[in-house]
C-alpha cells in the first residue's frame, strides 16, 4: 500500500493520463521508465516523484497540490476533534455512575449534599464546576473537548497518593520516551523564551494568579527561578527556570518537574497536555505584564 503525505496525496489521487499529458510524450527514458505511461503509472500508483521527469509541465499543478494539502489539514483536524468529542462521551459514561461526594477530598474538590451531581475544583487558578454532562470554568461553558478529557480523567481516577514533595522528570515516568520530547517542545521551550530577559521576580508576579507557590530550596537553588502551580489540586508541577548565560554558550532553559505519584490521577498523554495548557497559561500571563506580586 502506497502511503502518500499531504504534499503528495493529490497527485496519488490523478488518473495516468492526467500526468502523461504532462509529459513530452517522448518515451525517452529519461525518467527511468521506458514510456511515459510507464511514468505515469509510477507516479500515481506507486508514489514516484515528479521531478524524476526532467521534462513535465507543473503548471497550475502546484496551486492544486497545495489546496489538496489544505483540504487534507482540515480533514485531520476535524477527524481529531469528532474522536475528541467522542472520547468526552465515553469519559462522561465512565463518570456518570460515580458518587462524587466519597471522592471529592482525594480530588481535592468541593462537594455540597444539595449538588450532589457537581464538584468544583481548580485548574489552573481558575475555578471549574464539573458536573457529569457539562463543565464550566469561570461560569463560562468549557468548549474545548481536550480540557474536557483531561477534567473527566482526572475525576475518573477518584484520587490518589497525594503529593508529598518528591520531585520527578517526565524521564522518570514508566513508558514516557515519547512524551519527553513532546514536553520540551510545547512547553519547557515556550516558557524559557518567554522568560528569557524577564526580571527574576516576573515568574512571581504571574504566580498568584495560578495559585502557585514556592517549592523546595534543595532543587531550586540552582535556578533562575522557580514556581510551583497545583494545575490541578492533586497534580503541582515544578517549573524551574535557568536564564541564558551567553559566554558560557547556555540558552535559556526551563524543567517542569512533577509529583512521583501523579500517575494516580492522569494517565500520560492528559499529564503533557496539563502541562502545555500550564504553558499556555504562563505565557499569556507573562504576555500581558501582571502586576500582582506574590511574597518571595
Not at 490518589?160 to 520516551?177: A, H, Q, V, Y
Not at 533562575?224 to 559566554?247: D, G, I, N
Not at 500517575?263 to 492528559?270: G, V
Amino acid at each position: 500500500m502506497v502511503v502518500c503525505d499531504h504534499e503528495t496525496i493529490f497527485v496519488c489521487h490523478m488518473n495516468p493520463l492526467e500526468i502523461v499529458q504532462r509529459t513530452p510524450k517522448t518515451n525517452c527514458g529519461d525518467c527511468g521508465h521506458p514510456t511515459c505511461l510507464a511514468f505515469a503509472a509510477a507516479v500515481t500508483r506507486a508514489g514516484a516523484e515528479l521531478a524524476l521527469c526532467p521534462y513535465i509541465d507543473l503548471q497550475g499543478l502546484e496551486a492544486r497540490m497545495s489546496n489538496s494539502a489544505k483540504d487534507m489539514g482540515n480533514l485531520a483536524e476535524q477527524v481529531a476533534e469528532e474522536h475528541d468529542l467522542a472520547l468526552v462521551k465515553h469519559l462522561q459514561g465512565k463518570v456518570s455512575p460515580l458518587d462524587f461526594g466519597p471522592i471529592a477530598s482525594g480530588l481535592g474538590a468541593d462537594w455540597n449534599q444539595d449538588n450532589p451531581e457537581t464538584l468544583h475544583l481548580r485548574y489552573l487558578g481558575q475555578d471549574v464546576m464539573l458536573g457529569k454532562t457539562k463543565i464550566r470554568m469561570n461560569n463560562d461553558t468549557v468548549v474545548d473537548p481536550r480540557d474536557q478529557i483531561l477534567l473527566y480523567n482526572y475525576v475518573h481516577s477518584c484520587g490518589g497518593r497525594k503529593p508529598d514533595g518528591t520531585w520527578i522528570g517526565m524521564e522518570s515516568l514508566p513508558n514516557s520516551i515519547s512524551k519527553v520530547k513532546t514536553l520540551a517542545t510545547y512547553c519547557e521551550k515556550r516558557i524559557a523564551e518567554q522568560l528569557s530577559g524577564k526580571t527574576a521576580h516576573a515568574l512571581k508576579d504571574v504566580g498568584e494568579q495560578l495559585d502557585g507557590y514556592g517549592g523546595p530550596p534543595d532543587l531550586s537553588s540552582s535556578a533562575t527561578s522557580s514556581l510551583v502551580v497545583p494545575v490541578l489540586p492533586m497534580v503541582p508541577q515544578y517549573l524551574l527556570f535557568w536564564e541564558e548565560e551567553p559566554e558560557e554558550g547556555f540558552e535559556p532553559k526551563a524543567k517542569v518537574l512533577f509529583d512521583h505519584h501523579v500517575l494516580d490521577f492522569l494517565d500520560l498523554e492528559s499529564l503533557v497536555f496539563s502541562a502545555e495548557r500550564f504553558a499556555e497559561r504562563l505565557v499569556l500571563l507573562l504576555s500581558k505584564g501582571s502586576t500582582i506580586k506574590v511574597s518571595p
